[in-house]
Antibody, heavy 119, light 110 residues
Framework: EVQLVESGGGLVKPGGSLRLSCAASGFTFSSYSMNWVRQAPGKGLEWVSSISSSSSYIYYADSVKGRFTISRDNAKNSLYLQMNSLRAEDTAVYYC????????????WGQGTLVTVSS | QSVLTQPPSASGTPGQRVTISCSGSSSNIGSNTVNWYQQLPGTAPKLLIYSNNQRPSGVPDRFSGSKSGTSASLAISGLQSEDEADYYCAAWDDSLNAVVFGGGTKLTVL
């Protein structure tokens, strides 16, 4: 069974930093692209970033480019999102999501971790 | 403003058939496949339809998807109260090099 468990969320001040983690199990992590998707309170889904299986291809939404960094450690079956220069508008539940082996769109989703940016 | 356009709301009575539209452009829906996700209140999104019209194992055949040109649709037949949820379409956008989502449609079962 595919399992994705996010951690690292919490309350941070504007301008601060936070590192999210996603622990994967139940599949061969190193074979799949991964995504981060966020959802602000009461709002829709917003894609944040994608990383290919070997980290060769990395993409970011314009809203986070230059501030967020996605990475993965295939030996540890883990996905990360380093978030710097956080803003109030980054407040959201952040989901880790696995893509299928045939494409890029999210297939399996974690339960999410809440990030709140507030003074 | 979402890249993919969905109606903000839809509704139907139990047993009815409802459809939710998703409009895009040549750089996303027009050249790539579409997924649909269901998000029940307080839960994570769940894949409902992939590759335009394929259902993952466990998804009832009451749910179906289609795509034509730069638009896609999700149809739900035999509407049930447990179908009350938010529904999102998504596609890869070749111009943005990004996954793009619709703004979501809140389905109410009257």
């Amino acid at each position: 069974e595919v399992q994705l468990v996010e951690s690292g969320g919490g309350l941070v001040k504007p301008g601060g930093s936070l590192r999210l983690s996603c622990a994967a199990s139940g599949f061969t992590f190193s074979s799949y692209s991964m995504n981060w998707v966020r959802q602000a309170p009461g709002k829709g889904l917003e894609w944040v970033s994608s990383i290919s299986s070997s980290s060769s291809y990395i993409y970011y939404a314009d809203s986070v480019k230059g501030r967020f960094t996605i990475s993965r450690d295939n030996a540890k079956n883990s996905l990360y999102l380093q978030m710097n220069s956080l803003r109030a508008e980054d407040t959201a539940v952040y989901y880790c999501a696995r893509a299928p082996d045939y494409g890029d769109l999210p297939e399996y989703w974690g339960q999410g971790t809440l990030v709140t940016v507030s003074s | 403003q979402s890249v993919l356009t969905q109606p903000p709301s839809a509704s139907g009575t139990p047993g009815q058939r409802v459809t939710i539209s998703c409009s895009g452009s040549s750089s996303n829906i027009g050249s790539n496949t579409v997924n649909w996700y269901q998000q029940l209140p307080g839960t994570a999104p769940k894949l409902l339809i992939y590759s335009n019209n394929q259902r993952p194992s466990g998804v009832p055949d009451r749910f179906s998807g289609s795509k034509s040109g730069t638009s896609a649709s999700l149809a739900i037949s035999g509407l049930q109260s447990e179908d009350e949820a938010d529904y999102y379409c998504a596609a890869w956008d070749d111009s943005l090099n990004a996954v793009v989502f619709g703004g979501g449609t809140k389905l109410t079962v009257l």
